[in-house]
């Protein structure tokens, strides 16, 4: 479904995005750092299409689909990074959903904050439909409908 936390070589200079840097599913903001003196949390160097799911206080659902060619954006290790191998759109969606969240709140340790790692995360199994079309339509419409929301957010 999808690789987790895949490793990469960090460039010079980068954009980093920490875990105040997403609110909801929107991406507010972010730091320019240096790699040499960048905060040791900066390890997630994003690539088009991939996810970023909080790994602490998960039921706050501050994750991201990163949909930039942009290829300079740093995450932090506070967010799981999912490189999806279905459509990336629908699994975002499925993130989302309070019945996942529940799920991850089960695997989670601590109670002031709590957090799950990736490699519990990616035990969480979701229903996926075999047709790549199906996939892209209900993806297409939870995002649509999520930007719908943000907009109406943000009046």
């Given amino acids: 479904m999808a690789k987790f936390n895949p490793k990469s070589i960090l460039p010079d200079i980068f954009k980093y995005v920490d875990l105040e840097s997403v609110i909801g599913t929107e991406l507010l903001g ?25 790994t ?61 790692n990736g490699s519990d995360l990616s035990e969480i199994s979701i229903k996926v439909p075999d047709n790549p079309k199906e996939q892209q339509k209900i993806g297409a419409f939870f995002t649509a409908l999520d930007r719908y929301i943000t907009i109406h957010q943000h009046k």
């Fill in 56 to 116: 602490v206080r998960p039921y706050q659902k501050n994750n991201y689909l990163f949909d930039f060619e942009d290829k300079d954006f740093v995450f932090s290790t506070g967010y799981a990074q999912l490189r999806p191998q279905i459509n990336g759109y629908f699994l975002f969606s499925q993130l989302q959903e309070d019945s996942f969240v529940h799920r991850v709140l089960d695997k989670c340790t601590g109670t002031s904050y709590p957090a799950i």
């Fill in 30 to 54: 972010y730091k320019t750092e240096n790699k040499y003196s960048a905060p040791s949390r900066a390890q997630r160097l994003a690539q088009k299409g991939d996810i970023f799911y909080q």
